[in-house]
């Protein structure tokens, strides 16, 4: 069974982290259930983007990332104190980890920010939030990034960034392939109905 941790910041956007468990769940009951994702974070509950809570499965102190065989970092709002948690140095030191071990590390939109400021995208490619006249791109950059403006979505070998919120299921969906199969991806997005059942992909 391959594990995934969502590591959740306060102030996350719900939707970038409802694609990761709706993947790995589908999987988990009409793939090939070999993949389980659990929610972490650093309080006991935390706020979401648009101001509901939510309580994760485990607090960063109860978990051994060494049990987890992928890393998923759903984006968030400054508005929402995002960057509190997601430049926190133990939120950090979770990306380092990962990176260290060569696990995949997929991150959502302005979840690149937290890669850039961990230190693992020096001197690799990547992207994260774009609109005109946003900072985002090139905060990115001060981080030591090589940020590829026009790509919506950038891997770097065990490394995945995306530039918006439009990416987010595409970022799960790479995951999944990385921790089982193509043809397992195929089916799962058959069955989720983003693929005709006769669809060679």
């Keep these: 069974m391959k594990k995934i941790l969502l590591l959740l910041a306060d102030g996350f956007e719900s939707y970038e982290a409802s694609v990761f468990t709706d993947v790995f769940g589908w999987n ?3 793939g ?5 994702l659990f929610s972490v974070g ?9 101001g509901y809570s939510c309580v994760p499965n485990y607090q960063l102190s109860e978990i051994n990332l060494d049990d987890y065989d992928a890393l ?5 709002f400054e508005e929402a104190d995002f960057y509190a948690d997601a ?13 260290s071990r060569n696990k995949p590390i997929a991150a959502i939109c302005v979840a690149a920010l937290s890669l850039g400021k961990s230190g693992v995208l020096k001197g690799r490619s990547a992207t994260t939030y774009y609109y005109p006249n946003n900072p985002r791109q090139k905060q990115l950059e001060d981080f030591g990034a090589i940020v590829l403006k026009k790509k919506s979505i950038v891997v770097d070998r065990n490394i995945i960034t995306s530039s918006s919120p439009a990416t987010a299921l595409d970022v799960a969906f790479w995951l999944l392939e990385q921790l089982t199969t193509t043809q397992n991806l195929i089916n799962i997005k058959t069955r989720m109905g983003f693929l005709a059942p006769d669809s060679d992909e």
């Design 28 to 30: 988990l009951y009409e």
């Design 32 to 36: 090939n259930r070999q993949t389980e």
């Design 42 to 50: 650093l309080h006991d509950t935390l706020k979401c983007t648009w």
């Design 72 to 76: 998923a970092i759903p984006g968030g």
């Design 87 to 99: 430049f926190d140095e133990q939120f950090l030191n979770v990306i380092r980890y990962f990176d």
